[in-house]
């Protein structure tokens, strides 16, 4: 399953939530705010690298370049753009929208 | 692979309607089809033809009619949230007693029917929203 | 038509914003198609069922007492995420208490609402083929 997550982790516990019931295997995208949740030394750093293991975690390049945050991305988070996002959605055989 | 889009926002509020529109746009242009786009709570207004947003950013609203127009999308607007928030073709409008109209080329308007079907025919239902 | 497993995730509060509403309205129209429908309340979701909703002062409409009709529509399967409940400090006892008739057992009376943890939830959409989110 593919988990987009829009909303930052500072704002809501939605990056929580879908990293607490993705399954092994899922996929978790951040886009929009949600990108924030890609920050080198933030208090989601060690929440988001713990969901490594499981979960392979994209964020979307175009709105992690919006922010002014690229030079802060953390190691093993994997850049998308809109093509790799639609990518996403033919691998993955369902979406859920974390609001 | 067969998509429904599914946007809950309206325009420039939320970044909503931008991010559908490019997801949208790179599914065609990577070959996929899109059975539908249905625009819903405050997505409806995605669908006015009034809005007069400033010249030197995306205006919103028209591009989403060019891109129905280029590849024939089925632009939907659900009928029970544009009654709430005066998103009204000509014919609803008449029918509800206004005396004006809004609705922009590319969208029709219609039943939240419309969405379940999508969910059903697509191969993959993608919400965007807040 | 074929038939898929549609599952609604609501996951915010009423009133503060329209999407229980509307997203309750899609449930009913939906419910036309015949698919295999779940419900699932998480996080502030769950307040969408919490009882005794009194909206006069508000003055909106108290829709809450739809979500008793939803056994006459069929929809008999509404999870709830006992975590998201805990977290606020309600039990069941605090929702509407949602049930349906079932005609397989004489009309008898049983409970829609279904308390899971994360995990199920994280079963519950791994099941799911069309997922809404409002």
Redesign the interface.
Known sequence: MLHIVNKSPFEKNSLESSISVAADGSAVLMIEDGVYGVLKGSRVEEMVKGAMGSLKIYALGPDVEARGIADKVMDGITLVDYNGFVALTTEHDKVQSWL | MKYTIQINEGPYTHQASDSAYLFTKAALESGHEIFRVFFYHDGVNNATRLTTPPQDDRNIVTRWSALAEKHDLDMVVCVAAAQRRGIADADESRRNGKDADNLAPGFRISGLGQLIEGGIQSDRLIVFGD | ??T?R?LY?N??APYGT??AL?SL??VL??A??E?DVRLLF??DGVFQIAKNQKTDGIETKNFSPTYSALGDYDITKIYVDKQSLEERGLTVDDLIPLTYEDEDDDWAEKDSIILID?ND???L??E???????
């Open positions: 038509m074929s898929k549609f995730v996951r915010k329209v999407y509307e309205e899609v129209i939906g036309a198609f698919q998480m996080d994360r939830v994280k079963t959409m791994e799911s083929e069309v997922l809404l989110s409002f």
